[in-house]
Nanobody, 127 residues
Framework: VHVVESGGGLVQPGGSLRLSCTIS????????MGWFRQTPGKQREGVSV????????FYHDSVKGRFVISRDVAKNTLYLQMNRLEPEDTAMYYC?????????????????????WGQGTQVTVSL
């Protein structure tokens, strides 16, 4: 399984970025997948998760109304559209995929069910 993120960069507060994650090596539409982020000295936190077949998106409270997660099965790609970015959104962003297909858990943003991870893409929000 290969998980490759792209789309990070430097953006001013209030700006937008779209992260992409290409996933290969498994049946794309059968797996819950999502985005996590981490800053130095802090634990990795779940940002947004979407269920298999894209039926159920879920967001951390801090990004609700600003970020949108989506998936394109034709392109085997997961997206995170990030709007109204804030300096607090600065982090390394990771794409992740569940280890087991067709699963959804009561706390979707917890990391343990995610067995496949990308290398990360840096997002910096600054003047």
């Amino acid at each position: 399984v290969h998980v490759v993120e792209s789309g990070g960069g430097l953006v001013q507060p209030g700006g937008s970025l779209r992260l992409s994650c290409t996933i290969s090596g498994l049946p794309f539409d059968d797996y819950t997948m999502g985005w996590f982020r981490q800053t130095p000295g802090k634990q990795r936190e779940g940002v947004s998760v979407i269920s298999d077949k894209g039926r159920t998106p879920f967001y951390h409270d801090s990004v609700k109304g600003r970020f949108v997660i989506s998936r394109d099965v034709a392109k085997n790609t997961l997206y995170l559209q990030m709007n109204r970015l804030e300096p607090e959104d600065t982090a390394m962003y990771y794409c992740a995929v569940h280890s087991t297909p067709h699963r959804w858990y009561p706390s979707p943003l917890n990391a343990p069910p995610f067995g496949y991870w990308g290398q990360g893409t840096q997002v910096t929000v600054s003047l």
